[in-house]
């Protein structure tokens, strides 16, 4: 007799619990599930049990993992804050919510016995370490960690402007925003031969006599401020980004000889062109579209991204490869540009010129009429383009107005080009990604590097179609490394966290706007919202809030999606030259389709690769605050001749502290403090994004329009104060006062630290 089939038990969640807490992998519900010898039907019963130990506090969900809650990942960016009694490093993770988990976690730095140079940290130092649990529970240090690679090394150190004084020495005025108006003082002789107007760093005495000022020694000269290009050069300095190329370096960029037809598709007589910025100095991606001739596939294109064979020329380990991996991309300054590399490849051999032969690895991408991609296929080729031409140029030709370049290019190139986008923007359409409206503001300088005026530049079709093209090559390529096996660096985005979301529709609920809260999370769903706002006058308030919900992007080995494009897998394929993502796809891709030379090292595996990750998102943060400390340095020297002056703007944060403003007319942020506004207290309402009177009930919200004056601005700091000049809403619902009725707060003015602003900046994906 046939014995009757028994379900095996469910698991409980203890049993749940100490299974994750095994586990050094990935660790989802269908791993549970096949842990346990649990079926399909199984499966809503364990997600239900998962959602309560979430709800619980037991666990918690990152990046589609489960984990014990305030566990850390595998490799995580540290900083070396202490020694314990037995003279071991402790390190704390960079990144923590405290507010969430509660105190970080603290790490012990094991020091290998055979430690490289770039394995040794101390005190002050920021690593990237790869942790694991030591499983000791009578340790209070329940995390080992292993340098991987410093990142920045502790400087006692402080930059600022010397200004010299009489009978030798001087003073520094500190560039540090928190420093502003804190001199230090230079005594004779120890100086370095600073001059006036110097950029230096100094050392600050630790020991203080008297009650003047704390003295410094000047350590190093890192240029004058009185040459061209100067406020950059702070900003290079301040956050140590690397700006001069090793001679090992250099000369393997000069002896690089340009790539031949051997080994490579015959592209040449394709009509690929280039299209970019119009001050654009390098063009390292093509596009070509044409009618696709296939019967199977009416109404459609095939479209072409040829991107510049950077690997040809970077090989693996070699000291082009080295630096490009430190710099992790190139800085952009209005007055300069810090490259990834140096100048002979990214300007000469890797820059597709109209005419010229290039190396190129190119992607064939087949579209229906719908937009939706059929098919690719990668090649590594020599090329040749017909043309260089700017955004605007391109799109005033299409419009109607070609000129000598666009005209014989119309018909052939340019309107299969934009007949291929339309179809490929339906299947963008459909797919729903987040769709912010924040345009960016671009610094115009003299010819001697001073502001001329700030900018919005237009967009238009011609900016957007490429954008869509190198979107599509850039799924492509995370596609065909997957199925090929080959781990790569994805560019993910995480979905927002839960807390800001719950904060944003509490925010929403002010404005009679609802944000659901079953169902998985899309970017359609704030899409929505925006299209609610659009042509409103809280339009940017509600852009600027949806924003800050948002995560940010970065570089992973690991793939848990793009969040904000609504892409399961995508990474970075189309910029090689500045960003160091790309050049590892691409070699990637060589060894997945076995094109040749470049190819990416067996030995970097998954883990390695997810070292890297860690570390150049790290540098692509380095590298936007860098920029945008820089526009804010501009900006101040540009304003300090208008002290005084009314301006209109809108608020752009709230804080304990007081409000910051962004300026219509040329973006510049300013801080108004909380003291000066009104007189009486006024309370942050974290949840309404505004500071309300205690007594008047007058708010000052996020997205309000004020007039300000400017107070104090401090250029080399690149700070501005402001006065509000503005009323008030009366309670929140929209009716005013003036400032002279309102009542008299018996309180002191609200006080406390300033958090750094939060600028609504679309963010890079």
């Known amino acids: 007799m046939k014995r009757p089939h028994t379900k095996p038990p469910l698991p409980s969640k203890d049993d749940v619990l100490a299974f994750i807490g095994t586990q050094g992998g990935k660790i989802g519900t269908r791993e549970i599930a096949r842990a346990f010898g649990m079926k399909n039907a199984d499966r809503a019963e364990l997600k239900r049990m998962l959602r309560e130990l979430t709800d619980a506090g037991r666990i918690e969900r990152r990046r589609k993992k489960l984990h014990h809650p ?35 976690p603290k790490i012990r730095v094991r020091v290998p016995r055979r430690a490289r140079p770039n394995e040794v940290a ?41 200004r010299a004084g009489a009978g030798g020495g001087g003073r520094l005025a500190p560039i540090d925003k928190k420093q502003a108006g804190r001199e230090l003082s230079i005594p004779p002789g120890a100086g370095a031969d600073a001059r006036d107007g110097d950029l230096v760093a100094v050392e600050v005495a630790t020991s203080r006599s008297g009650y003047g000022l704390p003295n410094a020694r ?44 051997h080994g490579r598709e015959d592209w040449r007589e394709l009509p690929l062109i280039t299209i970019d910025p119009a001050d654009a100095k390098d063009h390292d991606d093509a596009v070509h579209a044409t009618r696709d001739t296939d019967p199977r596939n009416p109404g459609g294109f095939v479209i072409t991204v040829a991107i510049a064979d950077v690997s040809h020329y970077v090989r693996p380990g070699s000291a082009l490869d080295r630096e490009a991996l430190v710099r992790g991309n190139s ?69 109607g107005w070609p000129d000598d370049t666009t005209g014989p290019l119309l018909a052939s190139v340019l309107e ?34 001073t502001v001329d005026r700030v900018m919005t530049p237009e967009r238009l079709d011609s900016h957007r179609l490429i954008e869509e093209y190198m979107i599509l090559a850039n799924v492509a390529a995370a596609e065909t490394l997957e199925r090929a096996r080959v781990p790569l660096v994805y560019r993910v985005h995480d979905e927002p966290d839960p807390e800001r979301v719950n904060a944003l529709r509490e925010f929403l609920a002010t404005l009679d706007i609802s944000l659901p809260k079953a169902g998985a999370l899309r970017a359609e ?77 067996e030995q970097q595996d998954a883990a390695a690769l997810g070292e890297i990750g860690a570390q150049i998102s790290a540098a692509e943060r380095r590298a936007m605050k860098a920029e945008r400390e820089t526009f804010d340095r501009l900006l101040a020297h540009f304003l300090a ?47 309404r994004h505004a500071l309300v009177g205690e007594r008047s009930g007058l708010t000052h919200r996020l997205g309000d329009r004020v007039t300000v004056r400017l107070v104090e601005a401090a250029p080399l700091a690149g700070a501005l104060r402001f006065e509000l000049l503005s009323e008030g809403r009366y309670n929140g619902a929209g009716s005013k006062r003036s400032r002279r009725e309102r009542p008299a707060a018996k309180g002191p003015a609200a006080k406390g630290p300033a958090p750094r602003a939060r600028r609504g900046r679309r963010r890079r994906q």
């Open 70 to 104: 305030g566990t850390l990942p595998h490799v995580v960016m540290s900083d070396i804050t202490a020694r314990d009694a037995d003279g071991e490093l402790i390190a704390l993770p960079t990144e923590w919510d405290e507010a969430e988990h509660g105190p970080a």
């Open 641 to 687: 001749d208008r002290v005084g002056a009314t301006f209109e703007g809108h608020i752009s944060g709230a804080t304990r502290a007081g409000l910051f403003v962004k300026l219509d007319d040329t973006g510049a942020d300013g801080f108004i403090p909380a003291r000066t506004i009104g007189s009486e207290y006024f309370r942050y309402h974290e949840d």
């Open 416 to 449: 299969p080009l934009y007949c291929a986008y339309r179809a490929v923007k339906r299947a963008r359409d459909d797919r729903a990604p987040l769709d912010l409206d924040l345009p960016e503001r671009k610094i115009v300088l003299t010819a001697h590097n």
């Open 218 to 261: 000047v350590t190093e000269r890192l240029g004058s401020l009185k040459t061209e290009r100067a406020v950059s050069l702070i900003a290079i300095h301040a956050h140590g980004i690397p700006h001069v190329f090793p001679p090992a370096a250099l000369a393997e960029a000069q002896a690089a000889k340009a790539a031949t037809r």
């Open 525 to 601: 769903q704030f899409n929505r919202i925006l299209a609610r706002v659009k042509g409103r006058d809280v339009e940017k308030l509600v852009n600027e809030v949806v924003l800050r919900t948002q995560a940010q992007a970065e570089y992973a080995a690991e793939n848990y999606g793009h969040f904000g494009l609504n892409l399961r897998r995508y990474a970075h394929f189309t910029s090689p030259i500045r960003r160091y993502a790309d050049l590892v796809v691409h070699r990637g891709l060589i060894r997945a389709l076995k094109l040749g030379d470049g190819a990416l090292p």
């Open 122 to 162: 101390g005190v002050g130092d920021r690593a990237l370490l790869r942790v694991e649990e030591t499983g000791d529970k009578s340790d209070p240090i329940r995390h080992s960690g292993r340098v991987i690679k410093l990142i920045d090394r502790a400087r006692q150190r402080v930059l600022g402007i010397f």
């Open 331 to 399: 800085v952009y300054f209005p007055d300069r540009v810090v490259p990834m590399l140096p100048e002979r490849i990214s300007n000469d051999l890797c820059s597709l010129r109209p005419g010229e032969e290039r190396a190129a690895l190119a992607v064939r991408l087949v579209v229906g009429a719908d937009g939706r991609k059929r098919s690719h296929s990668f090649h590594r080729v020599l090329m040749r383009s017909a043309a260089k031409l700017s955004y605007a140029q391109a799109q005033r030709a299409v419009d």
